[in-house]
């Protein structure tokens, strides 16, 4: 199956710095992929889906410019955590569809995730 | 928007039982309904999956139904093993690029 990495899996930071998270499809492209923000004991929450070349939808509640989606490339999108805090604590995990020439593929591959500590 | 609501939250079954997950979903339109097995730490793994012109199907000891006119789908695992004891997670999307929107997840554990 296709294969989503994710950098840094995981990072401590002090709070009011930003962080920046890395998602790369490796051996698919994938106009889109999708971040998630998954707290302990709890689902996996969509933020925002990220598309190439143009700015990313966001979920209600979830602020945009706190956290700073960027795709780059059909291989590469970002997300930036800006000014964090102890409450954006959390484990994020990226995914991408693998989008058949057809639109017949629709299995979402997901990423190993980067667990986010704020100190 | 979707909403997707998974029962139970957790669930322990004697090993060699079957365990039965069950998910409703609100929006008509989807019609790909993934289920994903999460470890401790681990990014959710697909185990099976289900599109809206199918009732049925099975995988070995996995299966899943699903009832469109009601909107329910579920996921059952005979002969539980150990190693099925994970977070499972029921999903609901349409077809193609769309988003995932996921169920809130049931805790299997499986008595020795």
């Known amino acids: 199956g296709a294969v989503v990495s994710q950098h840094p899996s995981w990072v401590i930071c002090k709070s009011g710095t930003s962080v920046k998270i890395e998602c790369r499809s490796l051996?698919?492209?994938?106009?889109?992929m999708f971040w998630y923000r998954q707290f302990p004991k709890q689902s996996l929450m969509l933020m925002a889906t990220s598309s190439e070349g143009s700015k990313a939808t966001y979920e209600q509640g979830v602020e945009k410019d706190k956290f700073l989606i960027n795709h780059a490339s059909l291989t590469l999108s970002t997300l930036t955590v800006t000014s964090a805090h102890p409450e954006d604590s959390s484990f994020y995990i990226c995914?991408?569809?693998?989008?058949?020439?057809?639109?017949?593929?629709?299995?979402?591959?997901f990423g190993p995730g980067t667990r986010l500590t704020v100190t | 928007g979707e909403n997707v609501e998974q029962h139970p939250s957790t669930l322990s079954v004697q090993e060699g039982d079957s365990a039965v997950i069950k998910c409703t979903y609100s929006?008509?339109?989807?019609?790909?309904f993934p289920w994903y097995k999460q470890e401790l730490g681990k990014r959710p793994q697909l185990i099976i999956d289900i599109r809206s012109n199918v009732g049925e199907k099975k995988d070995q000891r996995i299966a899943v139904t699903l009832n469109k006119t009601a909107k329910h789908f579920s996921l059952h695992i005979t002969e539980t093993q150990p190693e099925d004891s994970a977070v499972y997670f029921c999903a609901a999307s349409l077809m193609g690029a769309s988003k995932i929107i996921f169920g809130s997840g049931t805790r299997l554990s499986i008595r020795p």
């Open positions: 929006d008509s339109a989807s019609n790909y």
């Open positions: 051996d698919f492209q994938a106009t889109t």
């Open positions: 995914s991408a569809r693998d989008w058949g020439l057809a639109g017949e593929k629709y299995e979402q591959y």
